[in-house]
């Protein structure tokens, strides 16, 4: 079946420690997003992809980072920067990035130890 | 900058009965999308809006689009226990390609 696939969906993260959030898709979508939702909240972007090798910030971008080396695959990093990284993270995908429909991963819950 | 607010945040309805809720955007839009989202899970798509005047309903669901008024409302029919949920809004700028612009969402209880 095609879809979205997170992963971990949950994570802890110590102070001071990078962490990777899994997001990969086999729908053939060119591009892919990174949202942040707290709780009680909508869904903010962080950053978001339209082609391969290729990535725009969002609008909450400071203290993360991607890549886009494949179709298929969006990393996020949460780096030491970001100070408040507890959220729950939602990668989505699109067939393209003029206005099509977002699908969504199951999301992972990040929290601080 | 796209501003989208939901009203109300919250919504606790008996079943059987009916409901709205707005979802209100500050620049021009021509799409708009509903999602649902139970907790802890991902989101769901219920609509999907491309033009003023568009009405789209799916069981006890029904939304519909104004863009002059830049006004979207989802009317919730005879309401039943599962439709319990939070219900967000989301509008895409018409400069803004696919990045959209969350509502804060309504969180609906539906009690028996």
């Known amino acids: 079946d095609g879809g979205i696939t997170q992963s971990p969906k949950y994570l802890f993260r110590k102070e001071g420690q990078n962490v990777t959030l899994s997001c990969e898709q086999n729908?053939?979508?060119?591009?892919m997003y990174w949202y942040r939702q707290d709780p009680g909240q909508g869904l903010r972007l962080i950053y978001y992809?339209?082609?391969?090798?290729?990535?725009q910030k969002g609008d909450i971008a400071e203290g993360y980072s991607v890549s886009r080396e494949k179709k298929e695959s969006f990393p996020l990093t949460v780096t030491s920067a970001q100070k408040n990284p507890t959220a729950f993270y939602l990668c989505?995908?699109?067939?393209?990035?003029?206005?099509?429909?977002?699908?969504f991963g199951s999301g992972t819950q990040l929290s601080v130890l | 900058e796209l501003k989208v607010e939901q009203n109300p945040l919250f919504l606790s309805m008996q079943e059987g009965k009916n409901y709205t809720i707005y979802c209100n955007y500050s620049?021009?839009?021509?799409?708009l999308y509903w999602y649902r989202q139970d907790p802890g899970k991902s989101l769901e798509s219920l609509f999907v809006?491309?033009?003023?005047?568009a009405v789209k309903q799916e069981g006890r669901l029904m939304a519909s689009l104004d863009t002059k008024a830049r006004l979207s409302t989802l009317h919730i029919t005879a309401a039943v226990h599962d439709l319990s949920a939070t219900y967000f809004c989301?509008?895409?700028?018409?400069?803004?390609?696919?990045?959209?612009?969350f509502g804060e969402g309504t969180q609906l209880t539906v009690n028996p």
């Open positions: 989301a509008v895409a700028g018409e400069t803004s390609g696919s990045r959209l612009t």
């Open positions: 989505a995908s699109s067939y393209n990035s003029k206005r099509e429909k977002l699908f």
């Open positions: 809006l491309l033009s003023n005047g």
């Open positions: 620049t021009t839009s021509d799409r």
């Open positions: 729908l053939n979508h060119d591009a």
């Open positions: 992809s339209q082609i391969v090798n290729d990535f």
